[in-house]
Nanobody
């Protein structure tokens, strides 16, 4: 069982930065690939970024490539999403998710555990 709690969301102007954190409970955090997803009002949940259990592999949606960076600290049971050069279209509820897998999955159905989400709002 893994419990996930996101933090770090907020209101920021376009071009600004935010760093999201996702704290995980459980001693097997390092066995899980982690992902960040987002969902804007009226839209489906979409994959943003993923990282392998050891942190050696990462994957990004084209829309955030070059602006967002996912990382993890297994000693702290935490995964991060550094978001730079934010745009109004990045406004969404951001979720972290855990998948007991050695590969990074880009579909929400592939993740077993989810946090409650943290709101990111980017003003123009």
């Amino acid at each position: 069982q893994v419990q996930l709690v996101e933090s770090g969301g907020g209101l920021v102007q376009a071009g600004g930065s935010l760093r999201l954190s996702c704290a995980a409970s459980g001693r097997t955090f390092s066995s899980y690939a982690m992902g960040w997803f987002r969902q804007a009002p009226g839209k489906e949940r979409e994959f943003v970024a993923g990282i392998s259990w050891g942190g050696s592999s990462t994957l990004y949606a084209d829309s955030v490539k070059g602006r967002f960076t996912i990382s993890r600290d297994n000693a702290k049971n935490t995964v991060y999403l550094q978001m730079n050069n934010l745009k109004p279209e990045d406004t969404a509820l951001y979720y972290c998710a855990a998948d007991y897998s050695i590969v990074i999955v880009t579909t929400s159905e592939g993740y077993e555990y989810w946090g409650q989400g943290t709101q990111v709002t980017v003003s123009s």
